[in-house]
């Protein structure tokens, strides 16, 4: 035998819920918890302004959230009161193609940065090529400062 709903007792879809809410909804934060702290923390902005943990969120909204090194915008699709899978969090918002160019830019940026760590300590050998290299340029940038006082 079927259950009868009454239509008073269906769930109308969602228009609003709180911004904490959606962001823990989203899977952008593991907890509701920790969301507060990063929106209290000012890591949550909505068209350049920082929200509050009370802010409703509507469809359509842009939001920039930080998360360690990224910051994304995102546009809200659709609301959800409850936490579902990453396939089903990721039909709640977009993110904006500006957002991931720039996120794989400064990515990149950063492993390029730790691949010129050196393996090891220069040894004496390599000392003397680094004094020998550095009083070269400064020999040849005085030149050039001394030409142009001329």
Request: charged share 35%; hydrophobic share 35%.
């Amino acid at each position: 035998m079927k259950k009868q709903t009454h239509p008073s007792s269906e769930k109308p879809s969602l228009e609003t819920m709180r911004i904490d809410k959606w962001l823990w909804a989203a899977r952008f934060f593991k907890t509701r918890s920790i969301a507060k702290a990063a929106i209290e923390g000012g890591k949550v902005h909505h068209q350049g302004d920082r929200v509050k943990v009370s802010r409703d969120v509507r469809v359509g909204m842009e939001l920039t959230i930080q998360q360690g090194f990224d910051k994304k915008t995102v546009v809200v699709k659709a609301l959800s009161e409850i936490r579902g899978g990453a396939p089903q969090a990721q039909l709640l918002y977009d993110e904006t193609e500006v957002s991931v160019a720039r996120r794989e830019l400064i990515s990149a940026q950063r492993k390029l940065n730790n691949m010129a760590r050196p393996e090891h300590k220069p040894n004496k050998r390599d000392r003397r090529q680094i004094h020998r290299f550095q009083q070269e340029n400064s020999l040849a940038h005085d030149d050039a400062w001394f030409d142009d006082q001329v």
